[in-house]
């Protein structure tokens, strides 16, 4: 079992930055991969990056691919996603997702999920 608990969601104009943070308990093997989705109103959920915890590879959604940046840091066991030149179409949940299957970005190859933060970007 892993319990994961995001952090660090908020409103932001277009152009700012955010972090968003979280933090798995529990289970710490490092075979997992890491990731985050996100949901709009309306929309399906969208895979947003993801992160090996034992290699460090990285993939992201095209959306966001060159403006957010998945990272982990070991010592503190947590994971982020820099977000910088948010635009109002990033306005969405965010969930921190965990899996023991492949890196990718599809919803149904992870297993364990956060709660959500909101993010939400102004014009």
């Known amino acids: 079992q892993v319990q994961l608990v995001e952090s660090g969601g908020g409103s932001v104009q277009a152009g700012g930055s955010l972090r968003l943070s979280c933090a798995p308990s529990?289970?710490?093997?490092?075979?997992?991969?890491m990731a985050w989705f996100r949901q709009a109103p309306g929309k399906e959920r969208e895979g947003v990056a993801v992160?090996?915890?034992?290699?460090?590879?990285?993939t992201y959604g095209a959306s966001v691919r060159g403006r957010f940046t998945i990272s982990q840091d070991n010592a503190k066991n947590t994971f982020y996603l820099q977000m910088n030149s948010l635009k109002p179409e990033d306005t969405a949940i965010y969930y921190c997702a965990a899996g023991r299957l492949k890196p990718s970005l599809r919803d149904a190859d992870y297993i364990y999920w956060g709660q959500g933060t909101q993010v939400t970007v102004s014009s």
């Open positions: 529990g289970d710490t093997y490092r075979g997992y991969y």
């Open positions: 992160i090996s915890r034992g290699s460090g590879y990285t």
